[in-house]
Nanobody
Framework: VQLQASGGGLVQAGESLRLSCTAS????????MGWFRQAPGKEREFVAA????????NYADSVKGRFTISKNNGKSTVYLQMNNLKPEDTAVYYC???????????????????WGQGTQVTVSS
């Protein structure tokens, strides 16, 4: 499985971006998906996740109410809509896939089986 993330860029605080992550293969419908981010000098941290059914989601407290994760099985793509961006959102964003078909969204970094290459998001103040 290959994951290709895109949509990053440079924006000002308060603006929006939508990240996309497209998966190869035909099993996307059975993947739970997640987004993580890593800022310079910091560990990779959880941002958002969606269950393989698309029926449940979870968010880091720092992005709740601003970010929305969604999944389009027909396009084998997961999205991260990011609104009201803040300078502290600056990081490389990674998408990841969990093939276990667990109940509920995957949350732990170790629950993901495949990772994309990352896309840079920079928010200026």
């Amino acid at each position: 499985v290959q994951l290709q993330a895109s949509g990053g860029g440079l924006v000002q605080a308060g603006e929006s971006l939508r990240l996309s992550c497209t998966a190869s293969g035909r099993a996307f419908v059975s993947y739970g998906m997640g987004w993580f981010r890593q800022a310079p000098g910091k560990e990779r941290e959880f941002v958002a996740a969606i269950s393989w059914t698309g029926g449940s989601t979870n968010y880091a407290d720092s992005v709740k109410g601003r970010f929305t994760i969604s999944k389009n099985n027909g396009k084998s793509t997961v999205y991260l809509q990011m609104n009201n961006l803040k300078p502290e959102d600056t990081a490389v964003y990674y998408c990841a896939a969990d093939e276990s078909m667990r109940v509920g969204p995957p949350l732990n970094i170790y629950e993901f089986d495949y990772w994309g290459q990352g896309t840079q998001v920079t928010v200026s103040s």
